[in-house]
């Protein structure tokens, strides 16, 4: 059974995800996200860092796609999507297989100067072509950034987002990735 936490955070993660509002997770939610980051962060549209972070999307929908889209219309609706990532919770492995790649290259299109860290101003940036409001990126900043230091790291980076899907805690730091729920 999942939880009404669980199910918020899930929702709220679907909703990121349907950057049209259409009610289904496909490939041009995917693109477009990537575009946004890659805009958002100044990369040309033609450099390494845009090309990865598009074809490692184009790769995670695929997979997602084939192993949430039950109905075969190529594209994941909420229900779908909470019935698929409930099973991608139970087993962490495959979570980790399914979403590390797109944390990854989501982390590498933000890290501007290549150091391996996000700074507060890196990480707003994220926040921020996500379309999060300020208090929720100084939230957001404040509960992943465990040691107070004023920076993420990769590996930090992927904590947050695995324990946002995957802690049953409300009070989990990364319970509060996407902000307040």
Do not use: C, N
């Not at 899930?10 to 939610?29: I, N, Y």
């Not at 477009?32 to 972070?53: Q, Y």
């Not at 909470?82 to 919770?89: D, E, L, N, S």
């Not at 979570?95 to 944390?103: E, G, I, K, L």
């Amino acid at each position: 059974m999942t939880t009404a936490l669980r199910v918020r955070k899930f929702d709220r993660f679907f909703d990121l995800l349907d950057t049209d509002g259409s009610g289904f997770v496909e490939a041009e939610d995917w693109a477009r996200t990537a575009k946004a980051l890659i805009e958002g962060f100044g990369h040309p549209a033609d450099s390494p860092r845009a090309s990865a972070l598009r074809d490692t999307y184009a790769r995670i929908h695929e997979t997602v796609r084939s192993a949430m889209d039950t109905d075969g219309d190529g594209r994941v609706s909420r229900e779908e999507f909470h019935v698929g990532i409930r099973a991608h919770v139970a087993d962490p492995a495959l979570f980790d297989r399914t979403f590390r790649p797109a944390v990854d290259a989501e982390f590498d299109t933000a890290d501007l100067d290549g150091d391996g860290i996000l700074d507060e101003t890196e990480i707003r940036g994220v926040w921020r072509v996500w379309g999060m409001s300020e208090a929720d990126a100084t939230s957001a900043m404040k509960h992943m950034d465990q040691d107070g230091d004023g920076q993420v790291t990769r590996d930090e980076y992927y904590a947050a987002w695995r324990e946002y899907l995957m802690s049953e805690d409300p009070d989990a730091p990364g319970s509060w990735i996407l902000g307040e729920l």
